[in-house]
């Protein structure tokens, strides 16, 4: 097999209870070197972003938010590797990297209880320049709607060469779609994103789900 982040050949390890599920065994989209460079959120963590931490109060980040409560879970640290791994997926444009986390992401879900998955959306020029919206592009067989739309076809500055202080103070980027309130109304609703960095983001987008009529909003990102 091929690992799609390093292009280098790997034969996949087979444990005995994978053997005796007499099922097609799922085929590993990384090497063992490269699923190592990612790592997993694993113990206590703040109960409301998910960044990892060595206790479970919550983050100082966090307290910050008080005046606007969004639980967010997260799957990976937003270390070194993952910053790697976004830079050559999303920021590179490769396509084929998705398929390293759809099989985590689905995992993920799985533990998540909601009605409606609603992904963060990408405005207009990175849908030109880019070619696809990374959120999505994790997305294997989970049915989503896209309730969300961004406000502007072109955004002045993105957000990750944002500061902490210009992210906080970003104006409502997102509106709904027009069929969003059939969609969303009394329904729980969970919101994905790749990265948690500040939650300014998420809590513009959970905003808006409200305002569809949503009875709770919840989020997932892939990394913190």
Same mark, same amino acid.
């Given at each position: /097999?091929?690992?799609?982040?390093?292009?280098?050949?790997? !034969?996949?390890?087979?444990?005995?209870?994978?053997?005796?599920? #007499?099922?097609?065994?799922?085929?590993?989209?990384?090497?063992?070197?490269?699923?190592? =460079?990612?790592?997993?959120? &694993?113990?206590?963590? +703040?109960?409301?972003?998910?960044?990892?931490?060595?206790? *479970?109060?919550?983050?100082?980040? +966090?307290?910050? #938010?008080?005046?606007?409560? %969004?639980?967010?879970?997260?799957?990976?640290?937003?270390?070194?590797? /993952?910053?790697?791994? /976004?830079?050559?997926?999303?920021?590179?444009?490769?396509? &084929?990297?998705?398929?390293?986390?759809?099989?985590? $992401?689905?995992?993920?879900?799985?533990?998540?209880?909601?009605?409606?998955?609603?992904?963060?959306?990408?405005? !207009?020029?990175? #849908? %030109?320049?880019?070619?696809?919206?990374?959120? *999505?592009? #994790?997305?294997?067989?989970?049915?989503?709607?896209? &309730?969300?739309?961004?406000?502007?076809?072109?955004?002045?500055?993105?957000?990750?060469?944002? *500061? =902490?202080?210009? =992210? $906080?103070?970003?104006? !409502?980027?997102?509106?709904?779609?027009?069929?969003?309130?059939? $969609?969303?109304?009394?329904?729980?609703?969970?919101?994905?994103?790749?990265?948690? *960095?500040?939650? =300014?983001?998420?809590?513009?987008?959970?905003? !808006?789900?409200?305002?569809?009529? &949503?009875?709770?909003?919840?989020? $997932?990102?892939?990394?913190?």
């Amino acid at each position: /097999m091929i690992c799609v982040w390093c292009q280098q050949q790997f !034969q996949p390890v087979i444990d005995l209870k994978a053997l005796l599920t #007499w099922r097609p065994l799922p085929a590993p989209a990384l090497c063992a070197i490269c699923t190592t =460079r990612l790592t997993p959120i &694993a113990g206590p963590s +703040c109960p409301a972003c998910g960044r990892q931490q060595a206790t *479970t109060s919550v983050c100082y980040d +966090c307290e910050r #938010w008080q005046t606007e409560p %969004l639980k967010n879970h997260a799957v990976f640290q937003y270390d070194a590797g /993952m910053k790697a791994y /976004m830079q050559q997926y999303k920021f590179q444009g490769d396509y &084929a990297l998705r398929l390293a986390l759809q099989a985590p $992401l689905r995992q993920a879900l799985r533990q998540q209880a909601y009605d409606v998955l609603v992904p963060i959306p990408i405005d !207009q020029q990175t #849908w %030109l320049t880019r070619g696809f919206n990374q959120v *999505t592009g #994790w997305l294997s067989g989970q049915p989503f709607q896209q &309730a969300l739309t961004v406000k502007h076809a072109h955004k002045e500055q993105p957000q990750s060469a944002k *500061t =902490r202080e210009q =992210r $906080l103070v970003t104006p !409502q980027p997102f509106a709904l779609v027009p069929q969003a309130a059939d $969609l969303l109304r009394g329904q729980r609703v969970l919101l994905l994103d790749d990265v948690y *960095t500040t939650g =300014r983001t998420l809590r513009h987008a959970a905003q !808006q789900i409200y305002f569809g009529g &949503a009875k709770a909003v919840t989020s $997932l990102t892939l990394a913190r």
